[in-house]
C-alpha cells in the first residue's frame, strides 16, 4: 500500500485493518490470500507482529482460525471483481467477541477487511436474532413434535410452510417440493357431484369471509398418486386485522373411518346372515323412495315354519337355513339391489329402477334356485318353503310403506297356499269344515281355481291377482259353513224365506275372512261374488266396474261350472249349452269383458 493521507489514517485507526492480495485457482475461485499490509490495531486484535503476516499465505497462519479469515476472502473474492464492499455482522466462537466486518476492494485481485468490535447496536441485534431464531426453533420443533399435518396457504392456496408429518403424509423429502405449490392439487373428493363444490371452492370461500372450515370426507393425494381419506381443519391467519391466508391441519383418517365402517357394520348388518338389517333397511328407504330411482320395486320374503324347524332339526339347521335362504336371495338379486333381514323369519329386497316385470323375472329365479337346492340336499337336512311378495311403485305420491304392506300382503296369501304353512292349518281346517257342511266339493274347488286361471292367464293378470282368485275359487262360498243344514242341503227349490236365510252365506264369508290376517283381501270379493253386472245381484246391489274384478270372474267360472256338472235334481248341461247360457247372461247377470275372456279361455284350452 503506497502511504498516503489515507494510510496514515488507517494507521492510526483503532478499527483492526488488513489488506490481501487474492489467490485463485485455475476457475477463477478464490483459495487463499497473502498479507500485504496491516495496522497496529489489528496486531492487538490477533496478537501477532506485521513482520509474522505481511509477505505470508493465511493457509500458513493459526490466525484464520481465530477470525475465519480465509471465508472473508472467498466471500471478497466477487467484491474485487466489481471494487465493490459489503458490511457482515459476526461473533467468534474463539474469542467470544461480536465483530462487524467490512470487506473493500480498491483494485482487482485485492481486498481490504475492516473488524470494528462489538457495539451495543450490534449485540443488541445480535441477541435479538438470535432470541428470534430459539424462538423460531422452539415452534419448529413444536410443529414437527405433532403427529398432524399442519401447512400454511395463502389466499390463492399456495402453502407457504409445512410440517415433518405434512412431509411425511405428502410423501416428499424437502420442503421446497410443496413450498409455493398450490396445496389443493392434492385434496380430493373420492365421491362427487356436479352440484358439489370442490375442497378448494369450499375452504377458500371460507376463508376469505374469516371463517373456520372443517370436513372429515376429503381425500389427500400423495406425490406417488395414493389416495388416502382425511380430516382437515382450516383456520384464518389474521395479523392486525388483514387476513394473511390460513393454517390447515389434516390427519390420515384411515383407521378412524375403518374403525367406523366397522361400527357401522355391526350396527347396520346381521350377524348371523350378513345381510342388512332392519334399521339399514329403513335408511334405505330413504335413501331410494326418490324419482331418480323409479321404478321402485320391493320383494318381502317369509321362511315358512322356520320354529318347527328349530324344533325339529335343531336351532343349528334353522340358523344355518336362513344363512342358505339369504345366499340365494343375495345370488338371485340385480347388484343394485339390497337385500336384508326384515325380521326373525323375514327378508325384504329394495330394487331401484326395477320395473314389475323385472320384479317378477328376479322372484320367478329366486323360485328356481329354491327348487333346485331342494332336490339336492338329503333327508336330514330342512328344505327352503319361502312365501314370496312383491309390489312395484311407478310413482311419488305413492307411499313406500303401502308397497311394502301389499308386498307383505301377497307374501301372506302365498303363505296360505303353501301346504307346509302354519297358516295353511287354518285354511284347511276351514276349507274341510265347508265340504263337511255343503255341497262344495274339492273337486268343484279344482275346477274353479282351474278355470279362474286360465282367465287370468287369458287377461294377463299379475301372480299377486292370481293368487288372490285361487283362494276365492276355493273360498268363496265360505259363508255356507254358517246357514241351516236343512237349507244347504235341500235337494228342490227353495223359498222366499229360505232364500233370504241362503243369501247370507255371502256376508258370513266375508265376516270370516276380514278377520283371518293373509285372508283379508278376498273379504270384499267374496261379499260381492253374487253380484249381478245389471245391478240386480245382492248383497249391495252393485253393478259392473264397482264389483271387484275377481268377483266378477268366479261369478261366470262358477256358474258354467254348476251347469257342466250333474246335480242331485238335475242332470250336466252340454257344454255349448252353458256356453249359450253364458252369453245370453252377458251383459245383465255377468260382465260382458269377462265373459269375452272366458269365451277365449276355453277356445285356447281345447286347442292344447
Known amino acids: ?80 471483481e466489481n471494487l465493490g464492499h459489503e458490511k457482515i455482522d459476526y461473533y467468534s466462537e474463539v474469542t467470544q467477541q461480536f465483530y462487524q466486518v467490512q470487506i473493500f476492494s480498491f483494485e482487482k485481485g485485492h481486498i481490504a477487511l475492516s473488524y470494528t468490535d462489538s457495539t451495543t447496536e450490534v449485540l443488541q441485534t445480535y441477541v ?24 400454511g396457504i395463502d389466499l390463492k392456496g399456495q402453502c407457504t410452510f409445512l410440517n415433518l408429518s405434512c412431509m411425511e403424509l405428502l410423501g416428499i423429502k424437502e420442503e421446497s417440493e410443496m413450498v409455493g405449490k398450490q396445496i389443493f392439487d392434492h385434496f380430493t373428493r373420492k365421491i362427487s357431484s356436479q352440484e358439489e363444490t370442490t375442497v378448494e371452492e369450499e375452504i377458500l370461500k371460507k376463508l376469505k369471509k374469516k371463517q373456520k372450515s372443517h370436513s372429515d370426507q376429503a381425500y389427500f393425494r400423495r406425490i406417488d398418486g395414493t389416495i388416502f381419506p382425511v380430516e382437515y381443519f382450516v383456520k384464518p391467519k389474521i395479523s392486525k386485522g388483514t387476513l394473511l391466508g390460513g393454517i390447515l391441519t389434516f390427519f390420515d383418517n384411515t383407521q378412524r373411518k375403518e374403525k367406523q365402517a366397522e361400527i357401522d357394520h355391526l350396527m347396520y348388518h346381521d350377524s348371523l346372515t350378513g345381510l342388512v338389517n332392519h334399521i339399514k333397511f329403513e335408511k334405505l328407504k330413504s335413501v331410494y323412495d326418490t324419482e331418480k330411482y323409479l321404478p321402485l320395486s320391493i320383494i318381502m320374503g317369509d321362511i315358512n315354519g322356520l320354529r318347527r324347524i328349530n324344533q325339529h332339526y335343531g336351532h343349528n339347521q334353522g340358523d344355518q337355513l336362513l344363512k342358505t335362504v339369504a345366499k340365494v336371495l343375495s345370488e338371485n338379486s340385480p347388484e343394485n339391489a339390497h337385500v336384508a333381514r326384515y325380521g326373525e323369519d323375514e327378508f325384504s329386497i329394495i330394487m331401484p329402477n326395477t320395473d314389475s316385470m ?43 310403506q303401502n308397497v311394502i304392506n301389499n308386498a307383505q300382503d301377497y307374501m301372506d296369501k302365498q303363505k296360505m297356499l303353501n301346504q307346509d304353512s302354519m297358516r295353511n292349518a287354518l285354511l284347511t281346517s276351514i276349507k274341510t269344515t265347508l265340504l263337511a257342511r255343503s255341497q262344495f266339493t274339492e273337486e268343484h274347488a279344482e275346477r274353479l281355481v282351474t278355470l279362474s286361471k286360465k282367465v287370468g292367464e287369458v287377461m294377463k293378470l299379475s301372480s299377486y291377482q292370481m293368487d288372490e282368485l285361487a283362494l276365492l275359487a276355493e273360498l268363496h262360498d265360505l259363508g255356507k259353513i254358517g246357514i241351516d243344514d236343512a237349507i244347504l242341503n235341500k235337494p228342490g227349490k227353495l223359498t222366499d224365506e ?101 269365451l277365449q279361455s276355453l277356445e285356447e284350452s281345447s286347442k292344447e
Open 128 to 151: 435479538v436474532q438470535e432470541d428470534l431464531k430459539q424462538t423460531e426453533n422452539q415452534l419448529s420443533l413444536i410443529l414437527d413434535s405433532t403427529e398432524e399435518a399442519i401447512c
Open 1 to 80: 500500500m503506497t502511504p498516503s493521507f489515507y494510510a496514515d489514517i488507517v494507521h492510526a485507526s483503532p478499527n483492526a485493518f488488513v489488506y490481501f492480495e487474492l489467490i485463485k485457482d485455475v476457475n477463477g475461485d478464490v483459495i487463499d490470500g497473502i498479507y500485504e499490509d496491516i495496522n497496529p490495531a489489528y496486531e492487538c486484535l490477533v496478537g501477532m507482529k506485521k513482520e509474522n503476516l505481511v509477505g505470508k499465505k493465511v493457509s500458513e497462519l493459526i490466525e484464520p482460525k481465530v477470525l475465519k479469515t480465509l471465508n472473508w476472502l472467498k466471500v471478497g473474492g466477487k467484491i474485487a
Open 358 to 400: 323385472q320384479v317378477f323375472w328376479h322372484v320367478k329365479r329366486i323360485q328356481s334356485a329354491i327348487e333346485k337346492y331342494n332336490r339336492l340336499i338329503d333327508k336330514n337336512q330342512a328344505p327352503i318353503n319361502l312365501a314370496l311378495g312383491y309390489e312395484t311403485k311407478y310413482n311419488l305420491n305413492f307411499d313406500l
Open 498 to 598: 229360505e232364500m233370504a236365510e241362503m243369501k247370507k252365506h255371502s256376508f258370513i264369508g266375508y265376516q270370516i275372512v276380514k278377520s283371518i290376517q293373509g285372508l283379508d283381501d278376498i273379504a270384499l270379493p267374496i261379499l260381492h261374488h253374487h253380484e249381478r253386472s245389471d245391478g240386480s245381484g245382492y248383497p249391495d246391489g252393485l253393478t259392473r266396474e264397482d264389483i271387484p274384478l275377481s268377483s266378477r270372474i268366479i261369478s261366470v267360472v262358477d256358474a258354467y261350472d254348476a251347469m257342466t256338472q250333474d246335480r242331485p235334481y238335475r242332470k250336466a248341461m252340454s257344454q255349448e249349452k252353458a256356453i249359450a247360457e253364458i252369453k245370453r247372461n252377458s251383459g245383465t247377470q255377468f260382465d260382458s269383458e269377462i265373459v269375452a275372456f272366458f
